[in-house]
Each structure stands twice: as C-alpha cells, then as structure tokens.
C-alpha cells in the first residue's frame, strides 16, 4: 500500500451503478472531486441525495457527489463502469475532447472495447481495468456492497507509466486494492477466461454456479479449456487445471451478472463475453465447439 499523500484529484464516473457508484462515493468519500454522469432523473437524485452505502467492509456511508447528464469540463480521469449493451449510448455523455488530457479507465467485460475506445478518444489515455467485486445498485443512488473486497488491476500499455501509478495511488487511497500489471492482454483474458465459461453456463441452463459444477461438470471443464486455449493464443498464457480452480471457490448459489439480466429482461452481454471469444478464437484457428454451441444456443433462445 502506497503512504504518500494523494493530491485530490476530478474523477468522472459514467454509470454509477453498483460499481461505478461504490467507486463514486469511496472516492468522494476520500476527499476527491466526483462528477457522476448519468441521465436526468439519477443525476437530479445524486445531485439531491449524494451516494448511500451499504457496505460491511467499508461501512455503512453517503458521500456527496456532483451529477450531470454529460461531461463540460476536463477531468483527471474518466471511471467507465457501465455494461458493454449500453456503452456506445453511454459515450454521448462523453464529448471528444471534453476529458481533456484526463484517463478514460473502462471497468467494461470483455477485450475488444479498449481498441474502440482509444480510436475515439486517442491511444495515450485508455487505461483498461478489471475490477473483483460484488457490487448492486438497489436504487439510484442506494448501492450494497456484498463481497469483503473490492480488489482493481489496472493496466494500459499505451500509457505512461507515472499516470498509471498516479490512478492506482488516488485508488489506493480511497481503500481499494489496487495492482498495475504490465500485460493489458494478461489482465483482460484473465478475466474473460473466467467470466466467459461462469456467464454462459449459467445462463444457458437458468442455475447458479453450485448446480452448474455438479450438473454440467464435464461441460464447465471442457468450456474453461476452450477458453483458455483462446486466452493463450492471444498472448495470455492460461493453464485449464488452475483456470477450473476458482470455480470451486464461490458460493453454490453464485449468479453471473449475464444470468441476472437474463432474469430481469434485460440486454445480456453475449456479444462482449461470448462473441468476443469466438471472434478471438476464429482468429487464431482455435477450435471452440463448447463455446460456439452455447453462443449459438443463448442468441436462438431470443438473447
């Protein structure tokens, strides 16, 4: 854990949902300058109500925040935390040029956004990071916060090194746990390589992970060494022994957040999980019958 004292810094959070608004008022809450961008009615609610936090690990807190329905001033950083179905909406809050010179840091699935990301905002500044995390927005402006951890690996190779550091600092300061990993491959596959076979199994089948490990055993582990495979030949290395482990870690009645959607009606992230595996996949020659089956089977069923 870093000790220096960290300048108070302008962070823009897009999408205070359950993580964007944990990381909104842990950073207010450090004394940092927070601008949550949402639509009219949540930002109107922050504006009034500030940030409400449910939380047996950071306690139970409000922290005030400013809200507006877009960005009109330079940021030091730009907190992106909305789901991959709503990302290209999400941006018009974003205006090109309104950061300024500030990070645009996506806590987004998936590995193919940074690339879009840095051909519209510019290469020097997309910083993508993964986030451990159990996080729900009960309401606007009302978030729980289940998991005793909120762990962030921060990364981005077109990006200078000292402004990674300076982000993992402001972070680290507002009690998360923070690591900058060298490889943006490693830490977007990683989480993929996880996520991919957890999103789709459970979804497909409408059970939580305890099921899917006894039920669907065979298909979990052949899925996780798809995956893996693709992982590998995208320049991250995985082993699909270690890679089942953490399966067997997690509550029986584990849900993946595509899998809640589903349950709510809602848009699933099918195109940034699962498509973004088989296009890796198709690149590569890597065959992933498991992957594909399921993919194709989730679209048919109206997903």
């Known amino acids: 854990m870093r000790t220096e004292r960290v300048p108070d810094t302008t962070v823009a959070v897009l999408g205070p949902g359950g993580v964007g608004g944990l990381l909104a008022?842990?950073?207010?809450?450090?004394?940092?300058?927070?601008?949550?961008?949402?639509?009219?009615?949540?930002?109107?609610?922050?504006?009034?109500?500030?940030?409400r936090v449910r939380s047996g690990h950071f306690g139970d807190f409000t922290a005030r925040v400013e809200a507006d329905t877009e960005l009109r001033e330079p940021v030091d950083a730009i907190l992106i935390a909305v789901k991959a179905t709503a990302l290209d909406a999400a941006l018009e809050r974003v205006p090109v040029g309104a950061p300024g010179d500030g990070l645009l840091v996506?806590?987004?699935?998936?590995?193919?956004?940074?690339?879009?990301?840095?051909?519209?905002?510019?290469?020097?500044r997309v910083a993508p990071a993964a986030i451990r995390v159990e996080s729900t927005r009960l309401a606007p402006g009302l978030i729980e916060h289940g998991s005793p951890f909120a762990d962030v690996d921060?990364?981005?190779?077109?990006?200078?090194?000292?402004?990674?550091?300076?982000?993992?600092a402001t972070l680290e300061g507002a009690g998360l746990g923070v690591r900058v990993k060298d490889s943006e491959a490693a830490t977007l596959w990683a989480k993929l390589t996880f996520l991919a076979p957890l999103a789709l199994l459970t979804t497909r089948y409408a059970l939580p992970?305890?099921?899917?490990?006894?039920?669907?055993?065979?298909?979990?582990?052949?899925?996780?060494?798809?995956?893996?495979?693709?992982?590998?030949a995208c320049g991250a290395p995985a082993d699909p022994a270690a890679a089942l482990v953490p399966y067997h870690s997690f509550p029986a009645a584990?849900?993946?957040?595509?899998?809640?959607?589903?349950?709510?009606?809602?848009?699933?992230?099918?195109?940034?999980?699962g498509g973004a595996l088989?296009?890796?996949?198709?690149?590569?020659?890597?065959?992933?019958?498991?992957?594909?089956?399921?993919?194709?089977?989730l679209a048919t069923a109206g997903h």
Do not use: W
């Open 106 to 124: 996506p806590f987004l699935n998936g590995v193919e956004h940074p690339a879009a990301l840095r051909e519209r905002y510019g290469s020097e």
């Open 254 to 273: 584990t849900k993946s957040s595509m899998q809640r959607d589903a349950e709510a009606g809602r848009p699933l992230e099918l195109d940034a999980i």
């Open 209 to 232: 992970l305890g099921d899917v490990r006894t039920r669907h055993r065979a298909e979990l582990a052949a899925l996780v060494e798809e995956t893996a495979a693709v992982s590998t």
């Open 154 to 168: 921060l990364t981005g190779e077109t990006v200078r090194r000292e402004r990674l550091n300076a982000l993992a």
């Open 25 to 51: 008022a842990l950073l207010a809450r450090a004394g940092h300058r927070v601008i949550c961008l949402a639509r009219d009615e949540t930002a109107r609610t922050l504006r009034a109500d500030g940030i």
């Open 278 to 297: 088989l296009r890796a996949a198709e690149r590569h020659g890597v065959a992933v019958p498991v992957a594909s089956r399921l993919v194709r089977e």
